[in-house]
T-cell receptor
Framework: SQTIHQWPATLVQPVGSPLSLECTVE??????LYWYRQAAGRGLQLLFY??????ISSEVPQNLSASRPQDRQFILSSKKLLLSDSGFYLC????????????FGQGTRLTVV | GIQVEQSPPDLILQEGANSTLRCNFS?????LQWFHQNPWGQLINLFY???GTKQNGRLSATTVATERYSLLYISSSQTTDSGVYFC?????????????FGKGITLSVRP
């Protein structure tokens, strides 16, 4: 079966510090990968998605970037965090194809202080 | 882009009661999913239901694609059903499974 791992679970970082969140998927190959953010409140917003190694599409302009160095690894980064980057970050995967079911990781709660 | 609207925004039930949560979407979809967000924030997949009806225990869901809405039914609610329920959709012309989420429905089940 497929599993998705995301770490760390919680993170407190000072303004201006760098960020690296990692997500890995097991049990499947060539998945679509996604980063979502849930700001205070409820809504989830798609930040980045990837259909293959080195292929990243950004959905919203922001202070963050994403990379996919390996088939099942997706990394969310920032060179200098802003207070507004605080939130709950979720990684997700789905099989290749149109409209396939998406599955989410446990999430990382980031607080920028 | 596609709009996803959920109603009601908040719902309070007594344990044992039944409820219906609604999701309206503005375009044809090739993916419609219902999630339950637990107290730790994790999104639990409930249903993958771009059309038709599915049941899983006390929960069932129906999507009427031609009328652009989906319903999640919870029967004999339990306190463990509390949390936020999200509907999310990918438009028919969209690529992959880029989901647009509704704002969620906060359900509180009281003992």
């Amino acid at each position: 079966s497929q599993t998705i791992h995301q770490w760390p679970a919680t993170l407190v970082q000072p303004v201006g510090s760098p960020l690296s969140l990692e997500c890995t998927v097991e049990g499947t190959s060539n998945p679509n990968l996604y980063w979502y953010r849930q700001a205070a409140g409820r809504g989830l917003q798609l930040l980045f998605y990837s259909v293959g190694i080195g292929q990243i599409s950004s959905e919203v302009p922001q202070n963050l970037s994403a990379s996919r160095p390996q088939d099942r690894q997706f990394i969310l980064s920032s060179k200098k965090l802003l207070l507004s980057d605080s939130g709950f970050y979720l990684c997700a995967w789905s099989r290749q194809g149109v409209g396939t079911e998406a599955f989410f990781g446990q999430g990382t709660r980031l607080t920028v202080v | 882009g596609i709009q996803v609207e959920q109603s009601p925004p908040d719902l309070i039930l007594q344990e044992g009661a039944n409820s219906t949560l609604r999701c309206n979407f503005s375009d044809s979809v090739n993916n419609l999913q219902w999630f339950h967000q637990n107290p730790w924030g994790q999104l639990i997949n409930l249903f993958y239901i771009p059309s038709g009806t599915k049941q899983n225990g006390r929960l069932s869901a129906t999507t009427v694609a031609t009328e652009r809405y989906s319903l999640l039914y919870i029967s004999s609610s339990q306190t463990t059903d509390s949390g936020v329920y999200f509907c999310a959709a990918t438009p028919y012309t969209g690529a992959n499974s880029k989901l647009t989420f509704g704002k969620g429905i906060t359900l509180s089940v009281r003992p």
